[in-house]
Structure formats: structure tokens, C-alpha cells
């Protein structure tokens, strides 16, 4: 039985798995999306939103575990290092966008299947602050506008429907069709069985 072993195995051994886990968590950092499987997705989001709440940390510590995650920053050419620079743009970029954020920094959108072998893939991204506070501006200036609106038709109509009532003829003098008295199918009487009740 699989106790206390988290994690998927993705049919790869442990150095694969972790090298791939941190090769897809720098691309994600880098670009901003990926495009991979539903169990790789959900797998790098483990490692990607412990690095950013690391990086919402901000001091040397924190860079230093992240370093440690991702991967080697030594290099022969200076700047030319790919962990380095995605740990500056982690740091600088992406962990300032979630200060106010506790978690679910990424999302999956199902984008169907791979045409090579059929599999089902996803896209991965970081949920974008900017998108929510655009769609929360609108709905709220919306939702004022509809009630001044309303509260206004309901007053312009409000001396319509007296002046109306008052215009009607009187309704006493008319005779409305009775429809108890028609009997239909359902006004039989139900048969009672002959047997001793």
C-alpha cells in the first residue's frame, strides 16, 4: 500500500521525474504557460507554488531554498545561466503579482489531445491578478446603474398604473365563467373493490 508516498511516478524513474519536474517548473517560469499532460501539470504545480511562496518571501533564505529546488546557478558564461535568470524573474516579476494571494497561483485549461499518440493535454498558467480586477470593475459599476435604473422605471410607472386604474371600467358588472361546475373524467367516482376493507 502506498502510505505516506505522495506524488505521482509519471512511469519514470526518481532522477527523470525530478529533472523533468524542474525543467517544466523553469519553462512555466520563463514563459508564463506551458503546454504538457494533466498528471505532469499537476505535479509541477506542487513544485511551482512552493517556489513562489518562496519568492513572496524575499530574503536570502528563501532564494537559497529555491536554488536548491531548481536547480544549479553556476555557469561558465556569466548571465547566461537559465536558473539564474528565472529565479531573478521569480523574485523581481511573478512574486510581487501574488502578495495578496495565498496560494492557487497556477490553473489548468484542458485543450484537448495530442495528435501523436492521443494523449490529453492541458495548459498551464499562472492566474493573472489584472484579468480578476478588470471583470470585478465592471460588475460592480453594472450592479448601481441597474438599480438607480430600475427605481427611476418604477416611478415613472408607478402615476401610469393609478392614472390607469382609475381610467378602467369597473369589473363588478361582468360575469366570470364558473369552472367548478363542468365535470370532467377526473370527477368519477373511484371503484371500490368488493373485497372486505
Known amino acids: 500500500m ?3 508516498h505522495s506524488g505521482r511516478k509519471l512511469g519514470i524513474s526518481s532522477p ?6 524542474r525543467s517544466l517548473t523553469l519553462a512555466l517560469i520563463e514563459q508564463d504557460r506551458i503546454k504538457t499532460t494533466p498528471a505532469r501539470a499537476k505535479e509541477v504545480r506542487r513544485l511551482a507554488e512552493k ?3 518562496l519568492g513572496k518571501r524575499g530574503d536570502l533564505a528563501a532564494r537559497r531554498r529555491v ?3 531548481l536547480g544549479s546557478t553556476r555557469t561558465n558564461k556569466p548571465g547566461s545561466n537559465r536558473v ?3 529565479i531573478q524573474k521569480l523574485f523581481s516579476d511573478i512574486a510581487p503579482r501574488f502578495k495578496t494571494r495565498n496560494g492557487g497561483y497556477t490553473r489548468h485549461i484542458k485543450i484537448g489531445r495530442r495528435p501523436g499518440d492521443n494523449a490529453e493535454m492541458c495548459l498551464m498558467e ?3 491578478q489584472a484579468s480578476k480586477a478588470k471583470k470585478a470593475a ?6 448601481p446603474e ?8 418604477k416611478a415613472a410607472k408607478a402615476p401610469q398604473a393609478k392614472s390607469a386604474k382609475s381610467a378602467a371600467p369597473s369589473d363588478k358588472g361582468i360575469k366570470k365563467p364558473d369552472l367548478k361546475s363542468k365535470k370532467g373524467p377526473s370527477d368519477k367516482p373511484l371503484r371500490q373493490s368488493k373485497r372486505g376493507s
Open 138 to 143: 465592471p460588475k460592480g459599476d453594472k450592479k
Open 84 to 86: 539564474r535568470l528565472a
Open 126 to 128: 499562472f492566474v493573472t
Open 2 to 4: 502506498r502510505h505516506h
Open 16 to 21: 527523470h521525474r525530478k529533472a523533468m519536474m
Open 67 to 69: 536554488v536548491r529546488l
Open 51 to 53: 517556489v513562489v511562496t
Open 146 to 153: 441597474k438599480k438607480v435604473q430600475a427605481k427611476s422605471d
